[in-house]
């Protein structure tokens, strides 16, 4: 059997993540998903969300290999429909008595629980060159990472917010392993406060000029109202003499959102460059944050003016743009993996946080 | 025969190999074997693009083919759901066949196939459940809200009379109807209806009230919402309208999300000016049938929201119609089923 033993003689290879997928390719399948969901009135999106993540994680090279989501659509269909009757029977109960709707402590308890099966199946989910990916989740771990850390976040104005993800990032990149190999993470704290100092910085900036172009833009449509519109539709005249307001609120509104997807960036670029792989391998990003807030700004205005028609060719772009600037320093060959069995997490649990729209990038 | 390359169970490194033979009877040979195999398929990933598609074997090996090999040739499986799947997928002629179809297919769900199918659940939504829900939200509101009336029993027996005697031209006694007098505390003059057939009517609305057929009007409008179960419509459209962004959002981005959530409030807002418009529709006729003024209740909603800004006017932000359309509109219903103005 084959040791793995780092050889310092021979020199670090970098592989840049290559994705080869098509906005052309991705819209066709992304519309026959579309379709048959709506045609089967929803059961298909189980098959669907499959062929969506095979098609990117398909698509997706390293040193001439290629990632395989191995998720199974009947295991998602089962996954989603336990979540759903979930949500349903709280609605009902919250009906019954709104007083249910405030049971948030348990939703607290559970959670952690939910956050590692989730992220347990999605890595065992994935796999590159026959060996997959997994990951240990311990209860207490998550409930401070994912619990109390954003609630102590929270009440301490966003100052503690780096300290969060530095320990949220540390905890997923600790306890994931690619076979038997383990990832280690050890994000900077103060490049951290670095990057959510910038954050600020932009934020104030993006405030000033998303707020006012919204009220310059609503007080010309309101200026419109005085001056031309004498119709007798107190719709289009209520509408326009609110403009300036809900125009300014809305710019301030989506400034927030630049700013999350900012600092995001930024923790992504701090937490991977921070990651090793046992082996002597590292990982490398290097995404510009103004850029990925370019990106994602003039993809949403581009999928909500053709009325999502641009949504593939949008999800491409930043997949494409996001795995550009990933890379991986190899110290040595990657053909040296071993996988071994592990526990598959728990799909109800990954459908939960996928149906919920949490994320957490590999 | 396919050539690509082959993975050992559970191992990263890859050999050159070959794949022949037909389906059910597969030969491989992996380079430096002195053999080929016969491996047992277990698994083959569906045609999906141009997506390498992988035979994963019974002992845990798995042959990767190229892109561009004819799996399905060998296999036979050209006429497998995925194939053709596939086949649709690469064809740009049915790309556009199906973004007229999805929108149409998604407008008409929403704007015909929603209410009718909220409406049908309504009428099959097992009594049981909504008494629950009644008496579950009273206590609810009764905690946070109300406290009890401070009437005095002539004053409610005579209210008692006119809504019985509205019940009753109402002509259909299913829910059961009930009424609940309350101190409105912070709701202050308010009447409303839950979906199980209580109505509950504040000291305050009654007290500015200046005729018996002002509040009658209220209590006949709320009638009205319980008759055609407009709380569970609201509620079956409104489940309806999130199951619908799940389908077709599967695939978007957090700023999409946050979009559609803030439309689907606003659709909200419109259900219920709808059915408001329905139950005051409802409220004249009734009135009518009872032989009292249909109109006099516009009166009283003037009276209430005289303070509040914006509320005679209709607006895509406002929950219930404008006192000003609500008067219009009330009149011509009125009108229209021979009332004489008196």
Not at chain 1, 108 to 117: F, G, R, T, Y
Not at chain 1, 152 to 164: I, N, Q, R
Not at chain 1, 237 to 264: D, H, K, M, V
Not at chain 2, 145 to 170: G, H, I, N, T, Y
Request: proline share 4%; net charge neutral.
């Amino acid at each position: 059997m084959e040791t793995l033993v780092a050889n310092p003689k021979l020199d670090i290879r970098q592989h840049n993540f290559d994705f080869r997928g098509t906005a052309s390719e991705y819209f066709r399948i992304w519309i026959v998903n579309l379709l048959l969901s709506i045609i089967t009135i929803g059961i298909y999106t189980a098959w669907a969300k499959v062929r969506r993540l095979r098609y990117f994680y398909g698509n997706t090279f390293l040193d001439g290999h290629n990632f395989e989501y191995h998720g199974r659509p009947i295991q998602i269909l089962i996954g989603r429909i336990i979540i759903i009757g979930i949500i349903v029977v709280i609605n009902v109960l919250t009906q019954v008595n709104p007083l249910f709707g405030l049971l948030i402590l348990p939703y607290l308890i559970a959670l952690p629980w939910l956050i590692n099966k989730a992220i347990g199946f999605n890595a065992r989910m994935t796999s590159y060159r026959n060996v997959r990916f997994s990951f240990k989740g311990s209860y207490w771990g998550a409930f401070g990472v994912f619990v109390a850390m954003p609630i102590a976040a929270a009440m301490t104005a966003g100052l503690l917010g780096p300290v969060s993800s530095q320990l949220s990032s540390n905890y997923i990149g600790n306890r994931l392993k690619f076979g038997t190999a383990k990832f280690r993470t050890d994000a900077p704290l103060g490049a951290l406060y670095g990057n959510w100092g910038v954050t600020i910085v932009f934020t104030l900036i993006v405030t000033a000029i998303a707020g006012s172009a919204g009220f310059g833009i609503g007080t010309v449509l309101s200026g419109f109202n005085t001056l031309a519109y004498t119709g007798t539709n107190g719709d289009i005249a209520e509408f326009l003499t609110a403009a300036p307001g809900i125009s300014g609120i809305i710019g301030a509104y989506a400034a927030l959102f630049l700013a999350f997807i900012f600092y995001s960036a930024g923790v992504r670029n701090l937490a991977l460059n921070a990651t090793t792989l046992e082996g002597g391998h590292a990982l490398q990003s290097s995404i510009s944050r103004l850029q990925y807030v370019w990106i994602a700004f003039s993809n949403f205005v581009l999928t909500l003016l053709t009325l999502s028609l641009m949504r593939p060719w949008a999800a491409i772009r930043s997949w494409r743009y996001l795995m550009a600037n990933s890379a991986i320093l190899a110290a040595s060959s990657l053909d040296n993996f071993v996988d071994e069995a592990m526990p598959d997490g728990n799909v109800a649990a990954a459908e939960y946080l996928d149906i919920e729209g949490i994320d957490f990038g590999l | 025969m396919i050539e690509g390359r082959y993975f050992p169970p559970n191992a990263s490194r890859s050999t050159a190999a070959k794949l022949w033979g037909i389906s059910g009877d597969l030969r491989l040979h992996v380079e430096g074997d002195s053999e080929p195999s016969r491996p047992k398929l277990v698994l083959l990933s569906d045609r999906l693009g141009s997506v390498p598609r992988k035979f994963t074997f019974e002992d845990g090996g798995v042959f990767e083919a190229p892109a561009n090999a004819d799996v399905d040739g060998l296999m036979g499986s050209h006429g497998s759901f995925f194939s053709r799947v596939s086949r649709l997928e690469a064809s740009w002629r049915f790309a556009a066949v199906a973004v007229f179809l999805t929108f149409g297919l998604l407008f008409s769900l929403y704007r015909y196939g929603l209410p009718v199918a909220a409406s049908a659940a309504a009428v099959v939504t097992p009594s049981g459940l909504v008494e629950l829900m009644d008496s579950g939200s009273l206590e609810t509101i009764d905690r946070v809200f109300f406290s009890p009336s401070k009437l005095d029993d002539s004053r409610k027996r005579e209210v008692q009379a006119v809504f019985d005697s509205l019940a009753l031209a109402s002509g259909n006694n299913s829910p059961p109807l009930k009424l609940e007098f309350r101190d409105g505390g912070r709701l202050d003059a308010n009447a409303f209806a839950l979906p199980g057939g209580t109505i509950v009517i504040t000291d305050q609305l009654l007290e500015l009230s200046k005729s018996e057929d002002e509040y009658a009007g209220v209590l006949a409008h709320e009638i009205g919402h319980v008759q055609n179960r407009h709380q569970l419509q609201q509620i079956y459209r409104l489940l309806g309208i999130s199951f619908m962004i799940g389908l077709v959002g599967g695939d978007s981005s957090q700023l999409i999300d946050q979009v559609v959530s803030q439309a689907a409030t606003l659709q909200s807002l419109a259900y219920t000016r709808e059915f408001e418009r329905d139950a005051d529709k409802r409220s004249v006729e009734i009135m009518l049938k009872a032989g009292r003024n249909p109109i006099a209740f516009i009166a009283l909603l003037e009276r209430i929201t005289k303070d509040i800004p914006g509320a005679q006017k209709t607006s895509w932000l406002s929950s219930h119609p404008g006192n000003e359309d609500r008067k219009k509109s009330v009149t011509e219903i009125a009108k229209t089923l021979n009332w004489d103005g008196q």
